[in-house]
Structure formats: structure tokens, C-alpha cells
């Protein structure tokens, strides 16, 4: 199994190989690498495509320190660094929109280009973050029990068949591991104001059914960002909506890769 270390972490990362252009996928808050599958089956005829496990999921070996998605950008770029890749397509669902933003701001020359999946610029909604914060509480006493998992599946995925599989995934994590992520997510600034330095193409994708992040939360990122080419509304999507809904958002994401 591939590990980089980098950035004080342990770095768990699949690489389809290839002499296509590169392309990095982060994965959302509770997710893995493994959400995007379905993408990479679709682009790595084409495409050079790498998927890994931020800090706190997956099987990266994380320090369990705090930690901001500016850490988590660096450690995007960390991995790109130890792939000996000078510039890739950076894309992400949610949290890893995130971190694919701060990694654009940081580091222009590198992002080639940006997918940014159910994803927004702008901090944790003030109105829901005291309900998430008493999941997050839940969750570092008692575990994701019954109650708790099917309310923070029906967030993220929706899909009953697929939310079951993603429930057993999260009941193999240590409680501890809700804790500083869960912090870093709620906790996250606000990057609205600086979406104007970004000049990369960009294409947003956007779940109809999203229930954790609005559409027009997505349409205000798309038209923040001057090289965006548009906004794919994926129908009855979910948060998820790469992982929920594929076949809307495959081809539009290789029409955009291909165009680059």
C-alpha cells in the first residue's frame, strides 16, 4: 500500500499511473478516497489520477493534532511534491473543495485547474453549528450509534444502500477521530473575499438535493471565479453527488478535463 510522508503524516494515496495529466481528488469530511471511484474508473484511460486520505480518515496515520484545511492544502501539495508532479487538476467534494481552494491560493502556479464538487468559499453556517457541534459531542461519547449515523448519512449521502456501507466505514474509526477534523470543519475561515486571486479554470458541480451545502452557495462560487466555465446542477444529487450520481457528473468532468 502507498504511503508518503509528508507534513508530519503518514499520507495513504492510490495512483492510477499513466502518462496522462495529472489529476488529484480530495475526498469530503467522513469520506475516504474510495468515494471516488466512480472517477476514477471514468478518467484514468485519460488521465493520470490520484486519490488520497486526508488527515483523521482512511487509512492515513494523522498526529491528532489541530489542524486548518490551509495544513491540509499544504499537505495536498506535499503529496503532489513526493509524486514528483509540478502540476495537476486539483478537484474535491466539500472539504476537499476546501483545501483545493486554500492550495490555489497558496500555490497558483500549481493548480491547473479546479473541480470543486458540493463545495462553497465561505465558513459553517452559524444557525446549524450548534446542532452539529452536539453531533460531534455525541459522536466523541457514545460512537456513531444508530440515531446519530443515519442523521449524518442522510447529510452527507442520502442513498440508504450506499449510506449503510459509509456507516460501517465510520464505526471503524477511533471516537477521538471526530474531534479535531470535526473542529478544523466548523472552525474554518471564511475565503470569499479572496476567490478574485484565483484564476485558474474551474468548473462547480452542485447536488439539487444537497442538504448540508445550498446551490446558491455554489452559483456565488462559480461566479467568484473568473475562470469558472459553469455550474453543473446535478438532479436529485446529494452531497455527495459524485459518489450518488456518476453518470451526470463523468461526462461533464471529462468534457472540462479534455478542454484544458
Keep these: ?103 490555489a491560493l497558496l500555490a497558483p502556479a500549481r493548480v491547473r485547474a479546479l473541480v470543486l464538487i458540493d463545495t462553497q468559499a465561505g465558513p459553517e453556517d452559524p444557525e446549524r453549528l ?42 471503524e474509526l477511533p471516537r477521538e477521530s471526530m474531534e479535531a477534523p470535526a473542529n478544523c470543519l466548523f472552525e474554518r475561515d471564511d475565503i470569499t473575499d479572496r476567490l478574485g486571486e484565483i484564476s485558474c479554470p474551474a468548473i462547480v458541480f452542485h447536488g439539487t438535493a444537497d442538504a448540508s451545502i445550498e446551490m446558491n452557495l455554489a452559483q456565488a462560487l462559480c461566479e467568484g471565479l473568473s475562470g469558472c466555465v459553469g455550474l453543473v446542477a446535478v438532479e436529485g444529487g446529494s452531497h455527495a453527488s459524485n459518489l450518488t450520481h456518476p453518470e451526470q457528473v463523468n461526462g461533464p468532468l471529462l468534457d472540462f478535463l479534455r478542454s484544458l
Aim: aromatic share 12%.
Design 130 to 171: 450548534p446542532a452539529y457541534r452536539q453531533m460531534q459531542e455525541t459522536w466523541l461519547q457514545v460512537g456513531p450509534i444508530d440515531d446519530l449515523a443515519n442523521v449524518v448519512a442522510s447529510l452527507i449521502i442520502g442513498d440508504p444502500e450506499l449510506s449503510r456501507r459509509w456507516i460501517a466505514k465510520w464505526r
Design 1 to 103: 500500500m502507498p504511503f508518503a510522508e509528508v507534513n508530519g503524516q503518514r499520507i495513504r494515496f492510490d495512483d492510477s499511473g499513466g502518462e496522462g495529466p495529472p489529476v488529484i481528488l480530495s475526498h469530503g469530511f467522513l469520506m475516504d478516497r474510495e468515494m471516488f471511484a466512480p472517477q476514477v474508473d471514468a478518467l484514468s484511460g485519460e488521465f493520470r489520477v490520484i486519490t488520497w486520505d486526508e488527515r483523521g480518515f482512511g487509512e492515513t496515520e494523522y498526529d491528532g493534532k489541530p489542524f486548518t484545511y490551509w495544513d491540509s492544502a499544504i499537505d495536498c501539495l506535499g503529496l503532489l511534491d513526493h509524486l514528483g508532479i509540478e502540476q495537476a487538476v486539483l478537484g474535491g467534494m466539500s472539504q476537499g473543495g476546501f483545501l483545493s481552494l486554500r492550495a
